[in-house]
Antibody
Framework: QVHLVQSGAEVKKPGTSVKISCEAS????????MHWVRQAPGQSLEWMGW????????KYSQKFQDRVTFTSDTSANVVYMELSRLRSDDTTLYFC?????????????WGQGTQVTVSS | QSMLTQPPSASGTPGQRVTISCSGS????????VYWYQQLPGAAPKLLIY???QRPSGVPDRFSGSKSGTSASLAISGLRSEDEADYHC????????????FGGGTNLTVL
């Protein structure tokens, strides 16, 4: 059975960084891309970017490209999302989601979400 | 444009057919596929429609997608109580270096 399991909730102070993991089970990371999407309570989804599991190529949204880093560990089948210089408006739910390919961004498998709270 | 435009809410009675619209521009819906996601309360989104009108396996054929110009629609026929959820459209956008755009989401209520 294929699924994505994300790391647990985080509480961080403004200006610090957070690193969230997303472990893939039942399939090889190398065969797909992994996208990161966030969602504030009661709000819409916001795309942050993707990383290719096979060669670690990345594509970041311009909004986040100076603060976000995606990495992957194919041996452990885990991808990571690190967001730096945290602000209060980064308080939201973060999802990893499997992308079919770099040319087909259908997100067909989602993690359960990781809540990040930024508070002094 | 930072997001696609959807109505915030929609409703219907069981058995009815409802449609949810999604409006964009030439750089997104007008030139790329549209995707639809269903998000039940407290859950992660689930892929409902891909490549504008294709259903993943397991999605009932009550759900269908279409596109015309810079607008897209999701139709749900034979509405059921378990269809009550938020629905999000999405499309790749070629501006600003390339990005995925989502709609604001439509909350569907089954009366």
């Amino acid at each position: 059975q294929v699924h994505l399991v994300q790391s647990g909730a985080e509480v961080k102070k403004p200006g610090t960084s957070v690193k969230i993991s997303c472990e893939a089970s039942g399939y090889s990371l190398a065969s797909y891309t992994m996208h990161w999407v966030r969602q504030a309570p009661g709000q819409s989804l916001e795309w942050m970017g993707w990383i290719s599991g096979g060669n670690s190529n990345t594509k970041y949204s311009q909004k986040f490209q100076d603060r976000v880093t995606f990495t992957s560990d194919t041996s452990a089948n885990v991808v990571y999302m690190e967001l730096s210089r945290l602000r209060s408006d980064d308080t939201t739910l973060y999802f990893c989601a499997r992308g079919f390919s770099s040319n087909d961004p259908r997100l067909d498998l989602w993690g359960q979400g990781t809540q990040v709270t930024v508070s002094s | 444009q930072s997001m696609l435009t959807q109505p915030p809410s929609a409703s219907g009675t069981p058995g009815q057919r409802v449609t949810i619209s999604c409006s964009g521009s030439k750089s997104n819906i007008g030139s790329n596929y549209v995707y639809w996601y269903q998000q039940l309360p407290g859950a992660a989104p689930k892929l409902l429609i891909y490549k504008t009108n294709q259903r993943p396996s397991g999605v009932p054929d009550r759900f269908s997608g279409s596109k015309s110009g810079t607008s897209a629609s999701l139709a749900i026929s034979g509405l059921r109580s378990e269809d009550e959820a938020d629905y999000h459209c999405a499309a790749w956008d070629g501006s600003l270096g390339g990005r995925m755009l989502f709609g604001g989401g439509t909350n569907l209520t089954v009366l």
